[in-house]
């Protein structure tokens, strides 16, 4: 999982954040999508740490846990049992 927005910097690899829920990805659609293919393995998310520079330390647990935390956000929204 990973989140983009379409304006930030014309589609480039910039419009990728950290932000699992800012940006334009429509979650609800991707995980009715993954249901109607009887998709049932694993998501995980992308974290892209160069977007942290020049501060970037590896490995960034809060990132993570703040990711996980809205993963789970991302999936009591759609009403997904995907824990």
Same mark, same amino acid.
Request: proline letters at 6%.
């Given at each position: 999982?990973?989140?983009?927005?379409?304006d930030?910097?014309?589609?480039v690899l910039?419009?990728f954040?950290?932000d !699992? @829920?800012r940006?334009?990805?429509?979650?609800p659609a991707?995980?009715?999508? !993954?249901?109607?293919?009887?998709?049932?393995?694993?998501i995980?998310?992308e974290?892209l /740490?160069f977007?942290r !520079? /020049?501060? *970037?330390? @590896? /490995?960034d647990l809060? @990132? %993570?846990?703040?990711? %996980?935390?809205? *993963?789970k956000?991302?999936?009591?929204?759609?009403?997904?049992? %995907?824990?």
């Amino acid at each position: 999982m990973k989140n983009f927005q379409r304006d930030d910097c014309g589609g480039v690899l910039h419009g990728f954040g950290d932000d !699992l @829920l800012r940006g334009d990805v429509d979650f609800p659609a991707v995980i009715t999508a !993954l249901e109607q293919v009887g998709y049932t393995g694993p998501i995980t998310a992308e974290m892209l /740490p160069f977007c942290r !520079l /020049p501060n *970037m330390v @590896l /490995p960034d647990l809060e @990132l %993570a846990r703040d990711t %996980a935390v809205k *993963m789970k956000q991302v999936f009591a929204a759609t009403g997904s049992c %995907a824990q």
